[in-house]
């Protein structure tokens, strides 16, 4: 189970040991994610629904400061 978690946090195979992997094919829905781990976690759906608007926050906060990122 803790694999499982782990893909679904990262968006790739933990065990994978070169970054083929990393081109978005294992990107998962936030819905499915709602409807999945709060029970594989035995947690309430408002707590993910609450990390999964933390996260896309972080993520938004890092395209922001991103040397990379400025168009």
Not at 14 to 35: H, M, S, V
């Amino acid at each position: 189970m803790q694999f499982a978690i782990q893909w679904m946090v990262s968006g790739r195979n933990p065990e994978a040991r070169r970054g083929a992997d990393r081109t978005g094919t294992y990107t998962l829905d936030p819905k499915l994610i709602e409807a999945v781990v709060p029970k594989l976690l035995g947690i309430t759906k408002s707590s993910v629904q609450t990390y999964l608007e933390r996260a896309e926050r972080k993520i938004e906060n890092q395209k922001r400061r991103s040397l990379f990122l400025v168009s």
